[in-house]
């Protein structure tokens, strides 16, 4: 998604500095996007490049699976490095607008049925949604111009082989978003107007994307004409359920693929890859 955020920032106009590991693959970057190798937990690395910028799109942290497995990596990185971000803002751009992508992992797994909302408190119960927490709070506590972005399970509208084993139950609750509505999400953050209630804000697809986890994979199949029944799910509940959009979507924008048009989407992409 960075490369996408990279592409769509560019397009409206603005400068962009993409900063990544010097391994990233930096090819083919849009124009108005320079590469700007350095490393994340590099206090020098990220004053060069947040010093006099208008805005900070930070999206760079360790993941699950090796979030979980490389527990002091992941800390330096997702912790440890967005303390480096805010701090560098706060001497070298204290006038940016800092967009943090965050997950709604941080709530941990629901323990009902019932719509999650902002102000639920942090409930994290694996190394990545803590390392998370931990990071929004110094992001909110920052005391800079912010948006925090907890961003639902991101759908990808081409073809994927699909997991070893489904990241939820079949009967739990699973309101995804769809790649682009994430990635508008991310670009409307740098200049939306802003108020108490969007500056943090549940990242998901709205009442088209509301459903079950064996519904969306029964959807899946169907595309591929593979038996649902053959579908094997985690043996506990993944941190997904419904989100309340609390006037998020209002002041960015983002949501703009419904589920039936991913499915349209997706199918495509299948339809294309069998006439290869």
């Known amino acids: 998604m960075g490369r996408l955020v990279c592409a769509r920032l560019a397009s409206d106009g603005h400068v962009v500095k993409a900063f990544d590991l010097a391994t990233a693959n930096f090819a083919d970057l849009p124009q108005g996007v320079t590469a700007l190798p350095g490393d994340l937990t590099s206090v020098e690395d990220i004053q060069a490049a947040v010093e006099g910028v208008d805005a900070v799109v930070h999206l760079a942290a360790i993941l699950p699976p090796v979030a979980d497995k490389l527990i002091e990596l992941t800390q330096r990185v997702n912790v440890c490095g967005t303390q480096i971000i805010v701090d560098a803002i706060k001497s070298y751009a204290p006038n940016a607008r800092l967009v943090f992508s965050s997950s709604v992992s941080v709530y941990g797994t629901p323990v009902n049925d019932a719509e999650i909302t902002t102000s639920q408190p942090y409930a994290p119960d694996d190394n990545y949604a803590k390392t998370k927490a931990e990071s929004e709070q110094i992001v909110v506590d920052s005391g800079l111009d912010s948006c925090v972005l907890r961003i639902s399970g991101v759908s990808i509208p081409i073809f994927q082989e699909p997991p070893a084993a489904w990241p939820f139950l079949p009967d739990q609750k699973i309101e995804f978003v769809h790649r682009d509505d994430a990635v508008n999400a991310i670009v409307a953050g740098v200049t939306a107007e802003l ?65 039936p048009q991913f499915l349209e989407q997706l199918q495509a992409d299948i339809d294309r890859m069998m006439e290869e």
């Not at 549940?202 to 595309?223: E, I, L, P």
């Not at 309340?244 to 419904?258: F, R």
């Open 195 to 259: 108020d108490d209630s969007s500056r943090i804000v549940n990242v998901s697809g709205g009442a088209s994307w509301r459903t079950t986890g064996a519904k969306y994979v029964t959807d899946y199949f169907g595309m591929i004409e593979v038996d649902p029944a053959d579908a094997i799910y985690q043996s506990e509940p993944g941190h997904f359920a419904w989100y309340s959009e609390q006037g998020g979507n209002a002041a960015l924008d983002y949501q703009q693929n419904s589920y």
